[in-house]
């Protein structure tokens, strides 16, 4: 297991984003203990002595009591786990596994990595993992962040003999299970299909474990979520990167889960079988559980009490689990960078099976690192025009609005004063976003460009081979009339030497012409890919202000249009109580008018008659004059 531990501290330090630290939350977090839960049920049947004549009995809700009836003496040993439950108990069991790693469930979102083993429950699976799915779900997306978050699985089917086949998408090819950092256990080229909540897990999980639910089986769920620093550079951000595994082994006498627990597995197990991948698991950067049940699955008692101490054992270490913060697009680059140099040092040195393994590895963990950079880039591209559409939505309806609303297409003059409807800074934007996009690079230019320049270094490292050719010609020619008196079978094997130097330094050549060719192409490669980034994200950026620019647009012209009506209300609404002020004092004028009248026709009424005729009618000629 050294291998492995080295093998984590790479992972552990590749896993931290490239040098980058983790948040001191996360970082510091205390020893992580292995959680057991026990489940026993009464052995029956018939079968070997060494098989049949156990009980185990259990002595309160933390500790188990093996014993061997039968023999001369009575072997007894009593073992503590987290929990301890009856067979009748198989769903309380479940309930308690299920309240132990919850927590551990909900650190997934945060980079952390979650390993559990079940073994002799292969009736209850299809009940259990959904719950477990569920509860990932829920604990890991409830969060309180609203950073998207990419979940994908993966389930395979594996077996003692070392053969791994995908099972959601069958096929006879056969999968190789590896430790790469900072991703830890991956299985190469298995499908990753991307899911979208527990309920779509748990049916394609039960839909391709239908037929093979008795079959050992490696579930993967994995959650990316976008780091809280992005790396500098183009089209690179750092992701958090946790996974729920669940090994699912079913009960029987040579399980490699026993025989890893008991220590009776070789220490340079060949990685990818299954004792490693159980090894991996509880020795790895991960929170580990395991669910046992105990009692008929024909076990021997010596293996299984080896077994038994070897969890408890365990379940008394502790060890550091670090979250998974990584830049993939980094990660791809820092790989190239060292494989070629590894092919460098395969030109000068004597070529041997393990520098040839040595590559062999490397080329395989750059492909996994690059699947997931792509999954990642692609992901991350989705959810821009996933925004870009959002934007573009709302501004389809207010534009549609604005065109049919009659305001916004004429308004009239107030007062000798026009109103305008947007100001001129906007133009501004919008031609900045235009230049914008204008000053991005031009991908398919820089394509031929680059297939121009492979071309001509083709032609170079021909015509450079030729003239080798020549020369080494001339050089065979010149060595062969130095050798014409030499004796016949002397001469047969010195053209033979010549005719294999020829063909090593032709393949010699050959190789160094291709090397240099893909080395340029690779760089090509990377160029194109960062001008592509490039061009995406000023187009994106381009798309975007002039949604915003509009945006502002439309907001700018509808708060005018809304303050000018209203200033023509409020001046409406003046003109009418400035009305109705100057309608009340004529009204209280006349009504004083009249009262005056009435009170002078009185007194008029009170004088003599004949007066009164003249009295009024001078009164008349007095009072209506000044008015006529």
Same mark, same amino acid.
């Given at each position: ?291 046992? /049940? !105990? *009692?008929?699955? %024909?076990?021997? &008692? +010596? ?5 038994? @101490? $070897?969890? =408890?054992? #365990? ?27 590894? /092919? !460098? *040092?395969?030109? %000068?040195?004597? &070529? +041997? ?5 040595? @590559? $062999?590895? =490397?080329? #395989? ?44 297409? $004429? ?218």
């Amino acid at each position: 297991m050294e291998a492995m531990e080295g093998r984590e501290a790479v992972s552990a330090a590749a896993g931290l984003g490239q040098g980058r630290s983790a948040p001191s939350a996360l970082s510091d977090n205390p020893q992580a203990m292995l959680t057991v839960v026990v489940e026993v049920e009464p052995a029956t049947g018939s079968g070997p002595e060494e098989t049949c004549h156990s009980t185990f009995l259990l002595e309160g809700p933390n500790s188990i009591r093996l014993l061997q009836l039968g023999t001369l003496e009575t072997q007894e040993q009593c073992v503590t786990f987290d929990r301890v439950l009856h067979s009748e108990a198989a769903q309380e069991a479940e309930q308690e596994l299920l309240a132990q790693v919850q927590s551990q469930l909900g650190s997934v979102g945060r980079g952390y990595s979650v390993g559990l083993l079940l073994w002799g429950r292969e009736t209850e699976a299809p009940r259990l993992v959904p719950q477990l799915l569920q509860m990932l779900f829920e604990e890991a997306l409830s969060l309180g962040c609203s950073d998207p978050v990419l979940s994908t699985l993966s389930l395979v089917q594996l077996s003692p003999s070392g053969q791994t086949r995908d099972l959601l998408s069958p096929g006879p090819k056969n999968l190789s299970v590896l430790d790469v950092a900072p991703l830890g256990l991956v299985v190469e080229d298995a499908s990753e299909v991307e899911v979208c909540d527990s309920k779509a897990a748990s049916e394609l999980y039960l839909q391709a474990t239908g037929v093979e639910s008795r079959a050992c089986s490696l579930l993967t769920v994995t959650m990316c979520r976008p780091g809280p620093h992005p790396s500098e550079g183009a089209g690179t951000q750092t992701m958090w990167q946790g996974a729920l595994r669940i090994l699912q082994l079913p009960g029987a006498l040579d399980c490699p889960l026993l025989q890893v627990l008991a220590g009776k597995v070789d220490a340079e197990e060949v990685e990818g079988s299954l004792p490693w991948i159980v090894s991996w698991l509880l020795e790895g950067n991960n929170y580990s559980g395991l669910l046992l /049940r !105990l *009692g008929s699955q %024909g076990s021997s &008692l +010596s293996l299984l009490q080896a077994a038994l @101490l $070897g969890a =408890a054992e #365990r379940r008394m270490q502790g060890k550091h689990v670090r979250p998974t913060l990584w830049d993939a697009a980094e990660e791809a680059r820092a790989r190239r960078a060292g494989l070629k140099s590894l /092919r !460098l *040092g395969l030109l %000068g040195d004597t &070529l +041997s099976d393990g520098k040839f393994n040595q @590559l $062999g590895r =490397a080329l #395989r963990e750059l492909q996994v690192v690059k699947a997931w950079s792509q999954r990642l880039g692609s992901w991350m591209l989705k959810g821009v025009k996933a925004e870009a559409a959002g934007l573009l939505e709302p501004l389809q309806v207010t534009n549609s609005a604005a065109s049919h609303s009659p305001g916004l297409q $004429g308004e009239p003059q107030v007062a000798g004063r026009t109103t305008s409807l947007g100001p001129a800074p906007q133009k501004h934007s919008l031609r900045d976003s235009e230049e914008q996009a204008q000053q991005a690079p031009d991908v398919a230019l820089q394509f031929f460009l680059a297939q121009a320049r492979r071309q001509r270094l083709r032609e170079q490292q021909q015509i450079w081979i030729q003239e080798e050719l020549k020369h080494l010609e001339q050089e065979e020619e010149e060595a062969a009339g130095d050798q014409v008196k030499g004796l016949v079978a002397g001469e047969e094997a010195a053209q033979e030497r010549r005719r294999w130097h020829r063909e090593q330094t032709v393949l010699r050549l050959q190789l160094e012409a291709l090397q240099a060719e893909r080395d340029t192409a690779e760089q090509d490669l990377l160029a194109l890919y960062d001008l592509h980034v490039q061009a995406t994200q000023a187009r994106t950026c381009h798309v975007l202000q002039v949604f915003r620019a509009w945006r502002r647009l439309w907001e700018e012209q509808t708060m005018t249009t809304e303050q000018h009506h209203r200033s023509l209300l409020a001046g409406v609404l003046q003109d009418g109580i400035n009305l109705a002020a100057q309608n009340q004092e004529l009204q209280a004028r006349i009504q004083q008018l009249q009262q005056a009248q009435t009170r002078q026709e009185a007194v008029m009424l009170d004088r003599c008659p004949g007066e009164k005729s003249g009295d009024q009618d001078s009164f008349r000629g007095s009072f209506l004059s000044p008015h006529s």
